[in-house]
């Protein structure tokens, strides 16, 4: 069965205190393009992650998003502890070289808002590093978020496929409605040719020559050829369609043959029903290439 091209899918996975959130969006697109914002701790991966959602995905327009929600406890800056025994060293000495008054710094809270104060006690130095568990654990969670985005697409897909075989029955019943117009147009023709030698006075002609010409007018607007192999890009659309995933583009092509064959009976059709009837084939028909697009 066909799928779409739009989807998403989400994941979440938990490692030594971080959240892990793996988010994937599509749209329909004639090729793969992929977009992606991933967390610095990850970037090292990009090209393994983009490979992996050309595998999976195939083609669309692909929003990926990889980024980390942290414990707060977990976050909360770190005091460097040895710059600031550093610092608070350094002042005592300075203060007994200078001969300073410290007696209004002699309360532990006073020093610590001084040494608080300080360059480089408030800060963040560690880098962070990934190893191999943490990476597998990264990984599950990509593919659980790209699974459900394949389980949207699938979803959106078999929509798309009850549209299509609505609209292909609605055109194959259309089609159907012009044999008894067709039939009557030339009975039609007959009678208009015949109609208008006779109020023509004294005019005399070849009775055979002008069943001769009318069965040649009548034979090029004839549209039976174009009926059978409407009807054989029908099915042809229909068996594709079932064929399974990956069959977008070959829709879109089988469609565009099934407009040639609408507009040429259109073109041949001198009767306003028939045409009215082709007015709601193409009708039908361009609802089918508007939804074809998103097909992957």
């Known amino acids: 069965m066909i799928q779409s091209m739009t989807g998403y899918g989400q994941s979440m996975a938990e490692y030594k205190g971080k959240k892990i959130h793996a988010e994937v969006k599509s749209l329909n697109s004639k090729a793969m393009d992929i977009s992606t ?29 990889l980024w980390i929600e942290k414990d707060e406890s977990l976050s909360a800056t770190p005091i460097n502890t040895a710059i600031a025994a550093e610092y608070y060293k350094q ?23 001084v040494l608080m104060r300080m360059p480089d006690v408030m800060s963040r130095n560690e880098v962070e590093v990934m190893d191999d568990d943490e990476w597998a654990v990264v990984q599950t969670t990509i593919n659980e978020a790209i699974d459900r985005l394949i389980d949207f697409r699938r979803q959106e897909g078999e929509a798309l496929a009850r549209k299509f075989d609505e609209k292909i029955a609605n055109i194959t019943s259309l089609l159907n409605s012009i044999e008894p117009y067709e039939k009557e147009r030339v009975e039609r023709i007959r009678q208009r040719i015949t ?3 006779s109020s023509i006075p004294e005019v005399e002609y070849d ?28 099915k042809y659309f229909v068996d594709t369609m079932h064929e399974g995933h990956g069959q977008g583009k070959k829709l879109g092509f089988i469609a565009q043959e099934m407009g040639r064959e609408i507009n040429t009976t259109g073109s041949k059709s001198n009767q306003a029903e028939m045409q009215n009837i082709v007015v709601k084939m193409k009708d ?9 697009l998103n097909v992957l």
């Open 207 to 234: 009775r055979n020559r002008l069943e001769q010409e009318m069965i040649y007018y009548i034979e090029k607007l004839d549209i039976s050829e174009e009926k059978q192999r409407l009807r054989n890009h029908l």
């Open 195 to 197: 109609a208008g030698l």
């Open 284 to 292: 039908e028909l361009e609802q089918i290439k508007e939804q074809v």
């Open 91 to 113: 002042m005592r000495e300075l203060s007994r070289e200078l001969d300073l008054d410290t007696s209004g710094l002699q309360q532990a809270h006073e020093w610590m808002k």
């Open 37 to 65: 914002r991933i967390a610095p701790i990850y970037r090292e991966k990009e090209i393994d992650i983009r490979s992996l959602l050309t595998t999976k995905l195939e083609r669309g327009k692909v929003d990926f998003t």
